[in-house]
């Protein structure tokens, strides 16, 4: 009966490590959707999934990874977060020169679940034991890019007002499974992701949030 | 002894030989610059405001890739007969980029203003950037079209509430094809609408296209689906027809699109808003802001333009 209760412990960790996903900073957006509705993100796999894309591996290898795509250069949209906000509680318009800097890093960012490890060399993030070299993730290491920018905007915030700037933007997502082996047995598995910020959009949006009795 | 003698000449004869090599093939490569054509348009409102203008070289060595290497700068028309003096501020460093077979370094050039013109206008349609290096090489870079704006109009009749950019990619690249906007008419007369404008003419709103938008202001929404047909972005630009009404205390949404003139990328950009009340026109000029970041390398746009130098 011991033996048994260890038994289900064992698999109990061992699903929850393979559905853990650490995750790249993409996964706290405030919304992420996919242009194609069969895409998912490797935080949305059920364990079947997992069942079936393992099935897809080749084979058994002396040494090394063997991976399978499930998600392929998918374009995403998301929603990234509300940069800034003004607000004007009082009774008279405020005309204002506003400064804020921001940065826009198109780096290639990756998540992974199950035991395979995520390392970072310098402020580029990648897979352990060289998984970046098996998967197709060229495109996006080739293209990061950071870009800096002061920003100044004279705004006008009307009493009873309050003004947001929403960042928006595009990317692209891969995911899929791999498996790591050592004299064909394997030691690692789980879910690999890369993500690539492509574009970003901004909006101003203006919410009335009372109206002033001088109005 | 002369094995040792001998095996360190040839060492050192290879060393030579190699490095002359190395320096040659550097040297025969001429200095390529990839920028991107932008409609470049500013409202000024502060002493601190910058621009940037991003290029890509295959040398991060040249003194064009470093702000201790450029000693003077300023944007001219390629005609050259109009000359803006600008400040270097900094050269940042981007990243590597591939394009075609080649790795390049990403920079931009971030700039201020050198002048400033009361109640004026600098206008240059055609535009380059031009720097000068220490060693006296000059740089000049096709920047696109430049407009600088220095009168920052806050009447108080109309507002401009929310500002939603409409984007899509027809010369290759995520570009500004529309607004989508909220103005609200805060004073006791009702307004008319009758022009609406970037700052320059190299990119201008359709005003024969202006109509009240209604429904969710999607920073996803399609321009073709907005319009209701296929969008061409060099269609000309065609004047008003009717000029839309706001009434007094209205908050009202429009939409417009864009025209270009040529292939450009239009990444920031104010909104300048022509009205008339009681017989009076007026102008609201919206700051420029940022609607759109994408590194230029990322994508193959007919804007792109290549520079060589040979030293």
Redesign the interface.
């Known amino acids: 009966m011991k033996k048994l209760w260890c038994l289900a412990l064992v698999a109990l960790l061992a699903a929850l490590e393979l559905t853990t996903v650490r995750a790249g900073e993409y996964l706290t957006y405030q919304n992420i959707e996919f242009v194609n509705d069969d895409a998912r993100l490797l935080r949305q796999y059920q364990s079947w999934h997992y069942d079936v894309y393992y099935d897809r591996l080749a084979g058994r290898r002396f040494w090394g990874w063997r991976t399978y795509t499930a998600n392929d250069h998918e374009p995403v949209r998301f929603q990234k977060e509300t940069l800034y906000v003004i607000e004007n509680a009082g009774t008279s318009p405020v005309h204002k020169t506003y400064f804020f800097e921001t940065t826009f890093a198109s780096k290639y960012q990756v998540s992974a679940s199950g035991n395979i490890g995520t390392s970072s060399s310098g402020d580029i993030r990648g897979f352990r034991l060289n998984l970046d070299a098996e998967i197709d993730v060229r495109y996006a290491r080739e293209r990061s890019h950071t870009q800096s920018e002061h920003v100044e905007i004279r705004l006008q915030v009307d009493p009873g007002t309050r003004l947001r700037v929403e960042v928006y933007g595009e990317g692209l997502l891969s995911n899929g499974v791999a498996r790591y082996y050592r004299f064909w047995r394997n030691v690692r598995s789980g879910g690999w992701e890369v993500f690539l910020v492509t574009t970003e959009y901004f909006s101003i949006v203006k919410e009335e949030i009372y109206v002033p009795p001088s109005r | 002894m002369f094995h040792r003698v001998a095996s360190l000449c040839v060492v050192l004869t290879l060393s030579v030989a190699a490095w002359l090599l190395v320096r040659a093939c550097t040297e025969a490569l001429p200095l390529r610059v990839v920028t991107l054509e932008t409609m470049h348009t500013y ?1 000024y ?2 002493e ?3 621009f ?1 203008v ?1 290029v890509a070289m295959n040398d991060a060595t040249t003194p064009f890739a470093m702000e201790e290497g450029i000693v003077r700068a300023y944007v001219e028309s390629t005609c050259q007969r109009d000359r803006v003096p600008v400040t270097l501020v900094s050269v ?1 460093e ?5 394009r075609g077979d080649v790795r390049m370094h ?1 920079f ?1 050039y ?1 700039l201020r203003i050198g002048v400033v013109i009361q109640d004026g206008l600098v206008a240059i349609d055609e535009a380059e950037l031009v720097l000068k290096s220490v060693d006296g090489n000059a740089l000049r870079i096709p920047i696109g079209a430049f407009y600088y704006r220095f009168d ?1 109009s ?1 009447p108080a009749h109309l ?7 409409v ?1 899509a990619e027809p010369f290759g690249m ?1 570009t500004s094809v529309g607004v989508i906007f ?1 103005v ?1 008419n ?1 004073g006791d007369a009702s307004l008319t609408i009758d022009d609406v404008s970037l700052g320059g003419s190299a990119v201008r709103p359709d005003m024969r296209a202006l109509r009240r938008f209604e429904g969710d ?1 999607d ?2 929404l399609s321009i073709d689906t907005l319009l209701g047909r296929r969008y061409d972005a060099l269609a000309p630009a065609r004047a008003i027809a009717v000029s839309p009404t706001v009434a007094a205390g209205e908050t009202a949404w429009f939409f417009v699109p864009f025209s270009y003139q040529r292939p450009l990328a239009l990444h920031r950009y104010p909104l300048i808003i022509s009205y008339t009340v009681e017989g009076e026109t007026h102008q609201l000029v919206g ?9 230029m ?2 994508h193959e746009s007919a804007a792109h333009r290549e520079v060589f130098v040979d030293d």
């Not at chain 2, 700051?287 to 590194?295: S, V």
Request: hydrophobic fraction near 25%; aromatic fraction near 6%; charge should be negative.
């Open positions: 409202v409102t502060s601190h405001e910058t940037h991003p940042h981007e990243g590597k980029v591939t990403a931009s971030e920052l806050e507002r401009l509430y929310d500002r939603h950019n984007h995520p909220r609200r805060g202001a920073p996803f700051d420029d802001f940022t609607m759109i970041r994408t590194p390398a990322l």
